[in-house]
């Protein structure tokens, strides 16, 4: 499974727990952030890259970081979490999404949100019914 981190902001994660992270996910990584006005995401197929990108934001925002283990879909950066949903929101997951992905090209994660998640406004995800199917949806 994938490792997802919720990190808050005016906390630190240490480059050996990072590092960990990754040598049991190796198969790329990301963190995402957002500044008030928008969501930024970074991804990596190397840890040093992560690292050193990371570390220009740590503590400053909470981030949610995303070390990933190929599932579906081939390692390759468009594959990597995390992923945006909207001007408002990004998107990572730990886990197997049933019926979506394959194994040649696109992630399930990727594949769900550009069948399903893509085209939802931002407000539907403050309706707790709407978060009820998606969270089942997603397992």
């Known amino acids: 499974m994938c490792i997802a981190i ?5 906390k630190s994660l240490s480059r050996e727990l990072l590092y960990n992270c990754y040598t049991s996910n190796p198969d790329g990584c990301g963190f995402a952030y957002a500044t008030g006005d928008d969501v ?5 197929m190397k840890f040093e890259d992560f690292y050193n990108e990371y570390q220009k934001y740590d503590g400053k925002y909470t981030m ?6 190929a599932t579906h879909g081939a390692v390759e950066l468009d594959n990597c979490h995390p992923f ?5 929101m990004a ?3 730990n886990g197997v999404i049933t019926g979506y992905g394959d194994k040649k090209t696109k992630s399930d994660t990727r594949d769900f949100i550009d069948k399903v ?7 539907m995800f403050k309706n707790p019914a709407f978060c009820e199917l998606v969270g089942n949806a997603i397992g």
């Open 91 to 93: 998107l990572i997951h």
């Open 117 to 123: 998640l893509g085209n939802i406004s931002w407000k």
């Open 64 to 69: 949610l970081i995303h070390f990933r283990i």
């Open 6 to 10: 919720l990190k808050p902001v005016g």
């Open 84 to 88: 945006v949903l909207n001007s408002r």
């Open 40 to 44: 930024v995401i970074h991804k990596f």
